[in-house]
T-cell receptor
Framework: GAGVSQSPSNKVTEKGKDVELRCDPISGHTALYWYRQRLGQGLEFLIYFQGNSAPDKSGLPSDRFSAERTGESVSTLTIQRTQQEDSAVYLC???????????FGPGTRLTVT | DAKTTQPPSMDCAEGRAANLPCNHSTISGNEYVYWYRQIHSQGPQYIIHGLKNNETNEMASLIITEDRKSSTLILPHATLRDTAVYYCIVISNTGKLIFGQGTTLQVKP
């Protein structure tokens, strides 16, 4: 079946602009995660949604970052007033339930100029 | 969440078994050990996970010590396509993955 998809695959934006990144999880997966990976670095957890529970936002680096999820479907990660330090690959993952294996999308490569 | 310690890099000859160690001495009773790998420029890929018993699937085997303070991921017959960064992660009940630096496995012909 279809895996996790993300769009756009690449995004180049100017410093100070807002960007929206989209994630379509695997159908039926109740948990959805966002991670960030800077060049040559490991993955950093950003935010986690599980069903109708309040999201775990403990990994968001600043209040410029926010994310929403509609029910158990698509999620958007929004970065306001982008900075060059936000340049990274943003990865989305979904799992059937929390504590189950996570399936990752291909990521969105964000470049802030 | 428990932290993990892995060697930064390892080499393995093609066709031989690759044994990747991981220390997680502060693991608690309800935390699982998960292994993922990331091949260059791709998203991480799930490999295997376990709680306290050894596990095996079509990709690998996971050996967890009796005290659960360490584990070993075994790729029985490594191929060049297994060259990747391998992450050992201990997960609490939230499921969020805390990635360390992982082990870069280089499979050589």
């Amino acid at each position: 079946g279809a895996g996790v998809s993300q769009s756009p695959s690449n995004k180049v934006t100017e410093k100070g602009k807002d960007v929206e990144l989209r994630c379509d999880p695997i159908s039926g997966h109740t948990a959805l995660y966002w991670y960030r990976q800077r060049l040559g670095q490991g993955l950093e957890f950003l935010i986690y949604f599980q069903g109708n529970s309040a999201p775990d936002k403990s990994g968001l680096p600043s209040d410029r970052f926010s994310a929403e999820r509609t029910g158990e479907s698509v999620s958007t990660l929004t970065i306001q007033r982008t900075q060059q330090e936000d340049s990274a690959v943003y990865l989305c993952a979904s799992s059937l339930w929390e504590n189950y294996e996570q399936y990752f999308g291909p990521g969105t490569r964000l470049t802030v100029t | 969440d428990a932290k993990t310690t892995q060697p930064p890099s390892m080499d393995c000859a093609e066709g031989r078994a690759a044994n990747l160690p991981c220390n997680h001495s502060t693991i608690s009773g309800n935390e699982y050990v998960y292994w993922y790998r990331q091949i260059h420029s791709q998203g991480p890929q799930y490999i295997i996970h376990g709680l306290k018993n050894n596990e095996t699937n079509e990709m690998a085997s996971l050996i967890i010590t009796e005290d659960r303070k360490s584990s070993t991921l075994i790729l029985p017959h490594a191929t060049l396509r297994d060259t990747a960064v391998y992450y050992c992660i201990v997960i609490s009940n939230t499921g969020k993955l805390i990635f360390g630096q992982g082990t870069t496995l280089q499979v050589k012909p």
